[in-house]
């Protein structure tokens, strides 16, 4: 993959993010946010840095697949969570990041999954001083390996 491309991933995972969060809040249709992404944002500054123009079918891909799979992708996260933990209870930002994670994981089997990981917690990190950039970490982390113990297991 080349570095564009990777760049462009990158971007994209970080808009995915925004408009789940935006989805969360707002209420705001799949349909209509992703019109609005894709004329306003895919290709814009953020908060004035700059950053490589998003890939859209990536950006799609991802907020298409959260909201086709987000029992499926809602029930293993809430899986890894520690005992006293409940998604509703997370952030909505980091709720957006770990359903957007374990869609790639779940759903993009072309992507290496350290990738997915290692730039949904860059994405937490960059959101949060505190613990849920490394809970995001271990809880994508885990599912990464659940996912390859379960296809060696098949093979």
Known sequence: MSADTHDSRSSARLLAVQALYQMDIARTPLEAVIKEFGAHR???RLDDIEMPAADGDHFELVLRGVVE????IDRLIDGKLAKNWSLPRLDSTLRAILRCGV?????APQIPPKVVVSQYA?????FFDSAEGGMANALLDNVAKGLAAKEDAAS
């Not at 799979?69 to 499926?72: L, R």
């Not at 860059?122 to 960059?126: P, S």
Request: aromatic share 0%; net charge negative.
């Open 122 to 126: 860059d994405i937490a990190h960059a």
């Open 42 to 44: 895919l290709d814009a």
């Open 69 to 72: 799979h987000q029992t499926e």
């Open 103 to 107: 869609q790639e994981l779940l759903h």
